[in-house]
Nanobody, 111 residues
Framework: VQLQASGGGLVAAGGSLTLSCAASGQTYSQYGLGWFRQAPEKEREFVAGIDWRGSGKNYANSVKGRFTISRDNIKSTAYLDMWSLKPEDTAIYYC?????WGKGTQVTVSS
């Protein structure tokens, strides 16, 4: 499985972004997927996860109510909709499924 995250960018505080995670590989739709992020000089942390059906979701407390994870198994793509962004959301965002990590996409939120 290969994953590629995209959709990052520079946004003002309070703004929104949608990240995409495009996957290749036949087993994509059979496994859950997670979004993680890593800020400068900090450890990588869990942001949101979704089961293989797309019905079970969970979020880090820091993003609950602001971020929504979803997936389209036909398109082999997962999404992370982010609203009310804060400067502390600035990080490189990664998607992961099974033991595979995608290349990250940078999100920068200016104050």
């Amino acid at each position: 499985v290969q994953l590629q995250a995209s959709g990052g960018g520079l946004v003002a505080a309070g703004g929104s972004l949608t990240l995409s995670c495009a996957a290749s590989g036949q087993t994509y739709s059979q496994y859950g997927l997670g979004w993680f992020r890593q800020a400068p000089e900090k450890e990588r942390e869990f942001v949101a996860g979704i089961d293989w059906r797309g019905s079970g979701k969970n979020y880090a407390n820091s993003v609950k109510g602001r971020f929504t994870i979803s997936r389209d198994n036909i398109k082999s793509t997962a999404y992370l909709d982010m609203w009310s962004l804060k400067p502390e959301d600035t990080a490189i965002y990664y998607c992961k499924t099974q033991n595979y990590w995608g290349k990250g996409t940078q999100v920068t939120v200016s104050s």
